[in-house]
C-alpha cells in the first residue's frame, strides 16, 4: 500500500485535469476514475446510465453507508488548452480547482482511511458524479439521490476552492432561454421592421431595472445572448439565457413572476417572445444546530480554521431540497474559479484533508 500525500492527491489532481470534461462530456474522465476505482480495489465499481462513477469502500460493521461524491464536468469547452503552471506554492490551470482537487480528493480520502486503519460501522459510496456545472442541471447528483435516498447516514459533497465553508444551506435558482423571433428582412429596405436581437436588448434592460431584495439577497443574471444572421440582416431570431437566484424560495417565485411579466409585455403581433426552462436547481437546508453542520465546523476549527457556515448552489442542493443530511466541504483555497487563471494554493490542502477525514470518521461515530 501507497503511503498517503497530499502531494499524490495534488499529482492525481492534476492527472484529472488534463482530461476535458465539459458538461455532458464526460465519458473520458469517468472512463479513468472508473479504472482508478478498480485499481484502489473498491467494490461494485461502475458507470450508471447517466455517466456517474460510483465505487464502494467496504465497511466493518451493518450500519448505514455514507455517500461523499465530487463533480467531474467543468465550465470550459472541449478545447480549452489545459496547460498546467506552477507559481510558488499555487498550481494554476482550468478546472484545477473546481473541481479536479476534489475529485482527487475521493482518492485521498481512501488512502489516509487506510493510511489510519480506520474501522467504519457502515460502508462508504464514493461517487464521481456528471452534471453540476451550467446546464447540467444537477443531474449526476438527482440521479445518486434517487438510488440511495434516505438509506444513507449522510451526503458529503466536496469542492476543491472552499475550505472553510460549510455549505448547509441550497441556493435556489431558475435558468431560461428566452427567445425572440420576428419576420426579419434586410437592413435597408426592411428598415423599421422589428429585429429579434433589438427586442432582446430592450428587455435585457427592462430585466436589469427590475428591483431586486437585498435581505434575502436575490440575483439576475443574462449569461449568453446569441442571434442574427449578419452585419446586414434584420435578425430574425435570437436568444438569451437568464439566471434567476435567491436565498428565499418566495422571493425567487416574486421575481420569476415578474420576468414572466415583462415577457409578456414584450409580445406583439409582430413580436414572438417565449421562455424555455433550462435549469431548476431547488432550495433546502439543515439547520446550523444539525449534527452533521457541528461536525464538519468542529472538524474545520481543529486544523485551526474558521467555519463559515454559508448558502450555495452545490450538488448538496438536491439532497438538501429532499430533507436529507447534507453539507458541501471544501479542500483548499484559490482563486480565478470558472476562468481560464483558476488555481488552488497548495498549503492549506493538508488541513483540507484532514478535515475531510475526520468529517467522515465522525459521522460514522455520531450520525
Known amino acids: 500500500m501507497e503511503i498517503f500525500s497530499p502531494q499524490r492527491?495534488?499529482?492525481?489532481a492534476i492527472a484529472i485535469q488534463q482530461i476535458p470534461s465539459p458538461t455532458f462530456?464526460?465519458?473520458?474522465?469517468?472512463?479513468?476514475?472508473?479504472?482508478?476505482?478498480?485499481?484502489?480495489?473498491?467494490?461494485?465499481?461502475?458507470?450508471?446510465?447517466?455517466?456517474?462513477?460510483?465505487?464502494?469502500?467496504?465497511?466493518?460493521?451493518?450500519?448505514?453507508?455514507?455517500?461523499?461524491?465530487?463533480?467531474?464536468d467543468t465550465v470550459f469547452?472541449?478545447?480549452?488548452?489545459?496547460?498546467?503552471?506552477?507559481?510558488?506554492?499555487?498550481?494554476?490551470?482550468?478546472?484545477?480547482?473546481d473541481n479536479s482537487l476534489g475529485v482527487a480528493s475521493l482518492f485521498g480520502l481512501l488512502w489516509m482511511l487506510r493510511q489510519r486503519k480506520a474501522v467504519l460501522n457502515g460502508d462508504i459510496w464514493l461517487v464521481a458524479n456528471v452534471g453540476e456545472e451550467g446546464l447540467g442541471d444537477l443531474c449526476g447528483m438527482r440521479a445518486v439521490v434517487d438510488r440511495f435516498g434516505a438509506s444513507v447516514r449522510a451526503y458529503l459533497i466536496l469542492e476543491g476552492m472552499a475550505l472553510g465553508q460549510v455549505y448547509h444551506r441550497g441556493l435556489g435558482s431558475q435558468r431560461y432561454r428566452i427567445t425572440a423571433?420576428?419576420?426579419?428582412?434586410?437592413?435597408?429596405?426592411?428598415?423599421?421592421?422589428?429585429?429579434?436581437?433589438?427586442?432582446?436588448?430592450?428587455?435585457?434592460?427592462?430585466?436589469a431595472n427590475l428591483p431586486l431584495s437585498r435581505n434575502p439577497r436575490s440575483t439576475l443574471n443574462v449569461g449568453i445572448i446569441s442571434g442574427g444572421t449578419s452585419v446586414n440582416t434584420i435578425?430574425?431570431?435570437?436568444?438569451?439565457?437568464?439566471?434567476?437566484?435567491?436565498?428565499?424560495?418566495?422571493?425567487?417565485?416574486?421575481?420569476?413572476?415578474?420576468?414572466?411579466?415583462?415577457?409578456?409585455?414584450?409580445?406583439?403581433?409582430?413580436?414572438?417572445?417565449?421562455?424555455?426552462?433550462?435549469?431548476?436547481?431547488?432550495?433546502?437546508?439543515?439547520?446550523?444546530d444539525h449534527p452533521l453542520?457541528?461536525?464538519?465546523s468542529?472538524?474545520?476549527?481543529?486544523?485551526?480554521?474558521?467555519?463559515?457556515?454559508?448558502?450555495?448552489s452545490t450538488d448538496a442542493n438536491i439532497p438538501l431540497s429532499r430533507g436529507l443530511p447534507a453539507v458541501c466541504i471544501g479542500l483548499t483555497t484559490g482563486q480565478g474559479a470558472h476562468t481560464v487563471r483558476e488555481s488552488i494554493y497548495t498549503e492549506p490542502l493538508v488541513r483540507g484533508l484532514a478535515q475531510l477525514v475526520d468529517v467522515v470518521e465522525g459521522v460514522f461515530r455520531e450520525l
Open 293 to 296: 453542520v457541528r461536525l464538519a
Open 9 to 12: 492527491v495534488l499529482e492525481q
Open 25 to 72: 462530456k464526460e465519458s473520458e474522465r469517468a472512463e479513468y476514475l472508473r479504472e482508478g476505482f478498480i485499481r484502489e480495489e473498491l467494490e461494485d465499481v461502475q458507470i450508471d446510465g447517466i455517466g456517474n462513477v460510483y465505487g464502494r469502500l467496504p465497511g466493518a460493521g451493518s450500519g448505514p453507508p455514507m455517500v461523499i461524491s465530487a463533480h467531474i
Open 235 to 288: 435578425a430574425a431570431g435570437a436568444s438569451l439565457e437568464l439566471d434567476l437566484r435567491s436565498e428565499s424560495e418566495r422571493a425567487l417565485i416574486n421575481l420569476v413572476r415578474q420576468v414572466q411579466g415583462l415577457i409578456s409585455q414584450a409580445n406583439r403581433p409582430d413580436v414572438n417572445v417565449t421562455a424555455e426552462l433550462i435549469g431548476d436547481r431547488p432550495a433546502g437546508k439543515i439547520e446550523a
Open 181 to 207: 423571433q420576428t419576420v426579419g428582412g434586410h437592413s435597408w429596405v426592411d428598415f423599421g421592421r422589428p429585429s429579434a436581437i433589438h427586442e432582446l436588448a430592450g428587455l435585457v434592460t427592462r430585466l
Open 77 to 97: 469547452p472541449i478545447a480549452t488548452d489545459l496547460t498546467i503552471q506552477y507559481k510558488s506554492g499555487e498550481i494554476c490551470g482550468p478546472g484545477i480547482g
Open 298 to 312: 468542529r472538524c474545520l476549527e481543529k486544523q485551526g480554521v474558521s467555519a463559515r457556515l454559508n448558502i450555495g
